[in-house]
């Protein structure tokens, strides 16, 4: 736990400071969930996604990386399930609409998948893999912003977007360096006499 948040819950323990009320369940089923657009993923071979989650960049991080030689990244790969929430969390749709795509696709109770989607979303959140954006209407202080758990992307829409357009930007970067040269000796060249 940082010291940030033990201070801010200890003043709102103590009244000093309001704390962010819960959303009620009907708004957090509004709420759309979209992908942090800082990871990169795939599908794999088994058609399941694979997340490249990076190392804590944080003085924690840094110290267990160094002390007991830990990647800079490591895969997690989701499960048939959690693939298809995966690809679901594009941003479009709310967790109502994703809870009754499940429902559907696996013919599952509601209340099942519900319980078992927020509670996979929850997990994804902590892990900052996805976040959540919430409808303005929802949000107390507009200085907060709409977009919720993805504290290094930013708060608000157009922050996100703009993570987006950059994350595809060095993906295409990526690509284009690792695309191999073709070969000039193929290449006929004009004389210099026509």
């Excluded at 969390?89 to 099942?112: M, N, Q």
């Excluded at 409808?135 to 987006?164: I, M, Q, S, Y």
Aim: include cysteine; proline fraction near 5%.
């Amino acid at each position: 736990m940082s010291l940030m948040s033990a201070a801010s819950g200890l003043l709102e323990r103590f009244g000093l400071r309001r704390g962010r009320a819960p959303l009620s369940r009907e708004q957090a089923f509004e709420a759309r969930p979209v992908r942090n657009p800082k990871l990169k993923w795939r599908v794999n071979d088994s058609d399941c996604v694979e997340v490249i989650v990076p190392r804590r960049k944080d003085l924690f991080g840094r110290a267990m990386g160094f002390l007991f030689f830990v990647p800079e990244t490591r895969p997690v790969i989701l499960d048939d399930v959690g693939t298809r929430v995966w690809h679901l969390c594009d941003g479009e749709r709310t967790v109502g609409e994703i809870s009754r795509a499940l429902a559907d696709d696996y013919k599952l109770g509601r209340r099942e998948v519900e319980t078992s989607l927020t509670e996979y979303l929850r997990t994804l959140g902590k892990r900052g893999m996805v976040g959540f954006l919430v409808p303005a209407e929802f949000v107390e202080e507009a200085d907060k912003g709409e977009l919720v758990g993805l504290h290094d992307v930013g708060t608000t829409r157009e922050e996100l977007e703009a993570a987006r357009r950059e994350a595809e930007a060095a993906d295409e970067d990526e690509d284009e360096a690792d695309a191999p040269e073709e070969d000039d000796e193929d290449a006929v060249e004009p004389d210099e006499d026509e």
